[in-house]
């Protein structure tokens, strides 16, 4: 034990790089699973003063499973190569641009133009990767991105396009970023706020990008008195969510809605009614990074859902589970549009982790899918079955912490028979610690 939780347990690094082949599987891989199930999340390449390490700091590692014909062809794990990895470890700088006070790449590993990114916010720029997760180099797609970049890009299904808001510490705005096809920066927006909030995610509709701006912000003052991370709770700031048209993306043209004081993360969704509302279901937690200076850990995270009323400028709130949900989901041809069903990871009060949910947000009924005590679900990925599958008619892909054997799993549920066994599981040959972001890049279909 270290005293600080977010070096404990399975929150703890590996140290090893791996590649495994012909991994072991118990059930059988649907033969449509072709593709990569990549995961990202922080790893200290060097043991780092508890006292003084914050979670979200860490260096990045990226683990990856190769699925094709039925079979797990590999597992690899491999740092991102930054500043940091490569004098500690000796191996080559890694080329391109820097920006900002840091190199870290640590929060989502994303495909865009057929490339592999490795991404991070509030500076930091994207670390390209190979399809075998070995470190090409830092971009900033070509010259195109001006600043930072985001953890959190949302692909518009209609066009392809990434869209993102984006922030850094040493600015007076938040920027909207959109990002073409080929993998360049095609439009920046410049959001003035009247202060420097901390911003890791976003939520599209058809006609608005939904901007959070909640008071969470910038202190130099804990950096200056040794704290280990720059963001903490500001109930003064306040709490709202903007709308601004995505038509002309101007700034000026932002509606402001004023809503409870809280953090979020991560929206689950956003889509615009007949009427013209904006509904967004969001993981609301009561405040961030208030007590606990190294992580996330204020309280239980309510899945709630938030409707903006534009005709009236307010927002309605209610919730609609209260078991603690992070790491929300759903079927990603469906970003801005309404959906039925989302799903969660389960994160309880100090931490704990265990189940993942299924939420039928039409019925508003909840499915969970647990195993024996000791096997804590990270965050569940959806892959539809073929392009035009039902919304639900495809697989739920996540890693799993078996606390028992301190050992991982890829499990794959079927997402219509979601509380029943799983269909297959894939035993990796190492431990695939707590972190952040899973995603399922596909060959073809």
């Known amino acids: ?51 003084k390490y914050h979670w979200f700091l860490g260096n990045g590692m990226v683990h990856g499973l190769r699925l094709r014909d039925g079979r797990a062809e590999w597992y690899r794990n491999r740092f991102v190569r930054d500043d940091q990895v490569t004098a500690a470890k000796g191996w080559p700088t890694t080329p391109g641009p820097r920006h900002g006070m840091g190199s870290v790449a640590n929060t989502n590993v994303i495909e865009h133009a057929g490339r592999t990114f490795a991404i991070v916010e509030a500076g930091g720029l994207p670390v390209e990767l190979t399809d075998e997760l070995e470190t090409v180099t830092y971009t900033n797609f070509d010259g195109t991105l001006p600043g930072s970049f985001t953890a959190h890009p949302k692909r518009d299904p209609d066009t392809g396009e990434l869209h993102a808001m984006v922030y850094y510490w040493a600015w007076d705005h938040l920027q909207y970023v959109v990002v073409g096809n080929d993998a360049r920066v095609r439009k920046t927006v410049d959001v003035p706020v009247p202060g420097k909030p901390m911003l890791h995610d976003c939520a599209i509709t058809e006609n608005y990008v939904v901007v959070l701006d909640l008071p969470c912000t910038f202190k130099i003052e804990n950096l200056q008195g040794g704290a280990p991370f720059p963001y903490a709770w500001d109930p003064e700031y306040g709490a709202r969510v903007g709308l601004l048209p995505r038509a002309d993306a101007d700034a000026s043209r932002v509606r402001w809605f004023d809503v409870p004081l809280c953090y979020v993360f991560h929206p689950l969704n956003a889509y615009e009614t007949a009427d013209g509302q904006v509904v967004m279901d969001v993981c609301r937690h009561p405040k961030m990074f208030d007590r606990d200076q190294n992580g996330p850990n204020e309280g239980r995270p309510t899945l709630d859902r938030w409707v903006i009323d534009p005709s009236s400028g307010k927002v309605s709130t209610d919730t609609l589970s209260d078991r603690g949900h992070e790491f929300p989901r759903h079927d990603e041809r469906r970003i801005g549009k309404a959906i039925r069903y989302g799903y969660t990871g389960g994160l309880g009060d100090a931490l704990g982790m265990g189940p993942i949910y299924k939420h039928d947000l039409v019925k508003r009924t909840t499915e969970v899918h647990g195993e024996v005590p000791g096997r804590m679900f990270l965050e569940p990925v959806f892959v539809p079955r073929t392009p035009d599958a039902a919304e639900d008619d495809g697989w739920i892909l996540a890693y799993v912490y078996d606390a028992p054997s301190n050992g991982s799993e890829v499990v794959i549920l079927h997402a219509q028979d979601f509380t029943a066994d799983p269909i297959a599981r894939i035993h990796l040959p190492q431990r695939v610690p707590f972190g952040f972001h899973a995603n399922w890049v596909p060959d073809a279909y």
């Open 1 to 51: 034990m270290t005293g600080n939780p977010y070096l404990s347990g399975n929150f703890a690094p590996v140290g090893e790089e791996i590649t495994a082949t012909d991994l072991r599987v118990t059930g059988e891989i649907p033969r449509e699973l072709r593709g990569r199930l990549l995961r990202i999340g922080p790893n200290p390449v060097e043991p780092p003063d508890p006292a």
